[in-house]
């Protein structure tokens, strides 16, 4: 008995642990070490005062707010995601690691106050507003790494670019300046260092528009040699002012966050690009299943620009359930790159009437249930297609304590209707045959 009662114990705490690798949704101080597989939100602040989070392949973790870690927690993003709408704190002495592919997009200030070390190995990287560092630890910026405002540095750690940092505003990078080494791309307004800034065999530092204050020490195998212009290294243009097309690729359109959110019966789909080099347009995509996507929209980009540009979109899915959404950059050139596939939870508005029939023959009549009273005081309703474009506004409207109607001039298909009864809005799926 005593070995079935262990047994049992031990599959009970197995199952425990099991569903138990996601930190509390309502946020706060968590001390858990965790492996994130799945998808996990938190609704608020999230505190982590010890211990370790994993986010691996297949793994995400969104916070909507800002993140701290006060401890001397490690947080490996291996192969995940980590999204914050807020800032991201490490103000102890853990690191953070971002590789195997993962991607770290940071809403507002990625603030470094202790010794921890962040090693951006590879992956993406996004920070929409500054990166500080004030303690003594290091950064490696592997991988694509793009920050919207400004990059400062105030304590002794090391600097080490061997990917793509790219830096919307100015580039301040203290006494210990910055090490370039073989493959890594420097991108900023303007740069400011007091200690040197070393760009190795193969390294290359761009300034998109400011100037170079610092000692530059570029090696002699380097094909430019001048750093006097905007560009100076081994992927800078014949002229020298400017990346070649070797360069464009190490470091494409800035993206800074990419995100959906079901809002009031919608997908609200928001953005943000830190540097656009020759950007056309956006792509929008939309699946059910997150394998086949079909083209929902296209958006123009900036062109060229060297600051923060937000975009937003809104889309109207007939499905409720998970959606899958895919964003793609397209250069005026033909050449196109695509960003990691969001997934978001699309949900009916809260208390949304069920019309009937839900399924109606063309000339039907159509019968809203009276939820809003004994008195209809305001009513705006319009049929929109697959694409969330209106295709009809409904008339012939009969009201009498609730709302009939018979769809017309409207083909066969699946519909939305939307719009608003006393103030209250409406959102629900129709198919004509």
């Not at 208390?351 to 005081?377: D, L």
Request: glycine fraction near 16%; aromatic fraction near 8%; include cysteine.
């Amino acid at each position: 008995m005593k070995t079935k009662f262990l047994s049992l114990f031990g599959l009970c705490l197995s199952l425990i642990t099991a569903f138990a690798q996601c930190p509390p949704s309502g946020g706060g101080s968590f001390e858990g070490s965790i492996t994130i597989t799945t998808t996990c939100t938190v609704s608020a602040n999230l505190i982590l005062d010890k211990n370790n989070i994993t986010i691996s392949v297949g793994g995400s973790l969104t916070v909507t707010g800002s993140f701290d870690n006060d401890g001397n927690g490690t947080i490996l993003i291996d192969g995940g995601t980590f999204t914050t709408t807020g800032g991201f704190n490490n103000n102890g002495n853990g690191a953070v690691t971002v590789q195997n592919g993962g991607t770290l997009d940071v809403g507002g200030d990625y603030f470094n106050s202790g010794n921890g070390t962040t090693n951006f190995n590879d992956g993406t990287i996004a920070i929409g507003g500054d990166y500080i560092n004030e303690g003594n630890g290091n950064i490696a910026a592997g991988g694509t790494v793009t920050v919207g405002g400004d990059f400062t540095v105030n304590g002794n750690g090391t600097n080490t670019v061997s990917g793509g940092l790219s830096i919307g505003g100015t580039a301040d990078l203290g006494s210990k300046g910055i090490d370039i080494i073989s493959g890594g791309v420097l991108q900023a307004n303007t740069i400011v260092s007091s200690g040197p800034i070393d760009i190795g065999a193969g390294g290359t530092l761009n300034i998109t528009s400011g100037n170079i204050t610092g000692t530059v020490n570029n090696d002699p195998s380097n094909a430019d040699q001048d750093c006097t212009n905007n560009c100076c290294g081994e992927l800078c243009n014949a002229s020298g002012d400017n990346l070649n097309g070797e360069g464009l690729s190490t470091l494409p359109i800035e993206l800074i966050f990419f995100s959906a959110e079901s809002k009031d019966g919608s997908v609200l789909l928001n953005w943000a690009s830190a540097n656009e080099i020759n950007n056309d347009f956006y792509t929008i995509e939309r699946s059910f299943d997150g394998v086949s996507f079909e083209i929902v929209s296209y958006l123009d980009g900036a062109g060229n620009s060297v600051s923060r540009i937000d975009y937003q979109f809104e889309d109207y899915p007939t499905y409720f359930g998970a959606v899958y959404y895919r964003l793609t950059q397209t250069d005026f050139d033909g050449a196109y790159e695509q960003f990691p596939i969001v997934r978001v939870l699309h949900e009916p508005l809260l208390g949304e009437p069920q019309i009937y029939p839900s399924i109606a023959k063309a000339g039907q009549k159509i019968t809203i249930q009276n939820f809003w009273g004994n008195e209809i005081k305001g009513i705006e309703l319009s049929l929109l297609d697959l694409n969330g474009k209106k295709s009809a506004p409904v008339t012939n409207l009969s009201i009498d304590h609730q709302v009939q109607f018979v769809p017309s001039n409207v083909s066969a298909g699946v519909y939305l209707l939307r719009g608003q009864i006393n103030g209250l809005p409406i959102l629900s799926r129709l198919v004509i045959k």
